[in-house]
């Protein structure tokens, strides 16, 4: 079965410091990993998409997650956080033979000024 | 692009009536999604169709749940009767190329039922 474990519901920060997101996954295939971000009241939004090329994926807002297969990890990053990031993000897994996308719990990140 | 498009945005109703979610999709887009999600449960997929047949509907909570696809630009999600533990927020989200494709996610349908 494929899953994925964010590891903190809520990271919290001051704006212009950096923003560390965490996400595992659990794969015995090559994924596809997603980072969608919510906020307040409205949809979900992608960020980024990993898919076998590069290993370091860039995304809207200055948020980049690299891919660590020895890891298992896709972390999302971002060296300076503004008020505007505050939301929910969500890690995303697909497999191959799998016919839907797996999403994590969320993370809430809290930027304070 | 108008994106995904979902109406009502909010509804709110009594225990045993009748509710219906609309969705239309982007504009070339062949799957078409259904979410629910609660503060307890999370992001939950109740259905998936592929060129309006439906492929996953293992998520679906229980009979009082139904899902259409009539066309491509057009689904409905129904619920009746309707019970208070059905309060989520619903999305709709369709993709280009099946589920493990980007999915584009509407705004999302708010149902209270009291």
């Known amino acids: 079965a494929q899953s994925v474990t964010q590891l903190d519901s809520h990271v919290s920060v001051s704006e212009g410091t950096p923003v560390l997101l965490r996400c595992n996954y659990s794969?015995?295939?090559?994924?596809?990993l997603f980072w969608y971000v919510q906020h307040p009241n409205k949809g979900l939004q992608l960020l980024l998409k990993y898919t076998s090329a590069a290993t370091l994926v860039k995304g809207i807002n200055g948020f980049e997650a690299e891919f660590k297969k020895s890891e298992t990890s896709f972390h999302l990053t971002k060296p300076s956080a503004h008020m505007s990031d505050a939301a929910e993000y969500f890690c995303?897994?697909?497999?191959?033979?799998?016919?839907?996308?797996?999403f994590g719990k969320g993370t809430m990140l809290l930027v304070s000024p | 692009d108008a994106g995904v498009i979902q109406s009502p945005r909010h509804e709110v109703t009594e225990m045993g009536q009748e509710v219906t979610l609309r969705c239309k999709p982007i504009?070339?887009?062949?799957?078409l999604f259904w979410y629910r999600q609660t503060m307890m449960r999370g992001l939950e997929l109740l259905i998936y169709?592929?060129?309006?047949?439906?492929?996953?509907d293992s998520g679906m909570p229980e009979d009082r749940f139904s899902a259409k696809m009539p066309n491509a630009s057009f689904s409905t999600l129904k619920i009746q009767p309707s019970e208070p533990r059905d309060s989520a927020v619903y999305f709709c989200?369709?993709?280009?190329?099946?589920?493990?494709?980007?999915?584009?996610f509407g705004p999302g349908t708010r149902l209270t039922v009291l």
């Open positions: 504009s070339g887009h062949n799957s």
């Open positions: 794969s015995s295939y090559s994924p596809s």
């Open positions: 995303v897994v697909s497999l191959s033979g799998y016919s839907t996308l797996t």
């Open positions: 989200a369709s993709s280009t190329r099946g589920a493990t494709d980007t999915q584009y």
């Open positions: 169709f592929n060129n309006n047949v439906p492929i996953d």
